[in-house]
């Protein structure tokens, strides 16, 4: 079966630091390209950031850029994301989601998603 | 504020039929794929549509989509209450080499 899982997700204190991860099982991971995607409370779904199967290629929302690092390890079929600086606008579930595309450049098709983990950012 | 623009909400009755506009311009919509997702509350986002016009496997034939210049539509056919939930338009922006989605639809089935 085709699974994504997040983890990591906590209550932090602003301009602290947090790590998530993604395990993948079910499919080529070393493959594919990821993303992370987040909805924070109350509003709409926002891309995050994403990275290329080979990690050659990442990209980062505005709003996340300088404080947010998208990172793969493919030997352990995990994804991550190192968050830094944390706001309070950064409170949100994120997801995990898998690039529909075989080691193609990303359309925004996520054909597979986690379940998400929930961040929140408060003092 | 998103680069893609939504209605806020649409609604219709039982069995009907309903589409949702996705407003975008030459960066996004113009030159790139548009997708579409489906997003219930408590739930995973579920891919609907892919390359404009593609349906996933095990996606109905109720759902479609369609573009045309700058915008894109996707249409909804034979309404169920099993459909009430939020929908998503995306695509790749190629000035800020970023996925952008827009700001979403409610869909509520009457």
């Known amino acids: 079966e085709v699974q994504l899982v997040e983890s990591g997700g906590d209550l932090v204190q602003p301009g602290r630091s947090l790590r998530l991860s993604c395990a993948a099982s079910?499919?080529?991971?070393?493959?594919?390209?990821m993303h992370w995607v987040r909805q924070a409370p109350g509003k709409g779904l926002e891309w995050v950031s994403g990275?290329?199967?080979?990690?050659?290629?990442?990209g980062n929302a505005d709003s996340v850029k300088g404080r947010f690092t998208i990172s793969r390890d493919n030997a352990k079929n995990s994804l991550y994301l190192q968050m830094n600086s944390l706001r309070a606008e950064d409170t949100a579930f994120y997801y995990c989601?898998?690039?529909?595309?075989?080691?193609?450049?990303?359309?925004?098709?996520?054909?597979?998603w986690g379940p998400g983990t929930m961040v929140t950012v408060s003092s | 504020q998103s680069v893609l623009t939504q209605p806020p909400s649409v609604s219709a009755a039982p069995g009907q039929k309903v589409t949702i506009s996705c407003s975008g311009s030459?960066?996004?919509?113009?030159?790139?794929?548009v997708c579409w997702y489906q997003h219930l509350p408590g739930r995973a986002p579920k891919l609907l549509i892919y390359?404009?016009?593609k349906r996933p496997s095990g996606i109905p034939d109720r759902f479609s989509g369609s573009k045309s210049g700058t915008s894109a539509t996707l249409g909804i056919t034979g309404l169920q209450t099993g459909d009430e939930a939020d929908y998503y338009c995306?695509?790749?922006?190629?000035?800020?080499?970023?996925?952008?989605f827009g700001g979403g639809t409610k869909l509520t089935v009457l």
């Open positions: 995306v695509t790749w922006h190629s000035s800020l080499f970023a996925v952008v």
């Open positions: 989601a898998k690039d529909r595309d075989l080691l193609g450049a990303t359309t925004g098709a996520f054909d597979v």
């Open positions: 390359d404009n016009d």
């Open positions: 079910g499919f080529t991971f070393n493959d594919y390209a």
């Open positions: 030459s960066s996004t919509i113009g030159n790139n794929f």
């Open positions: 990275i290329s199967w080979n990690s050659g290629i990442i």
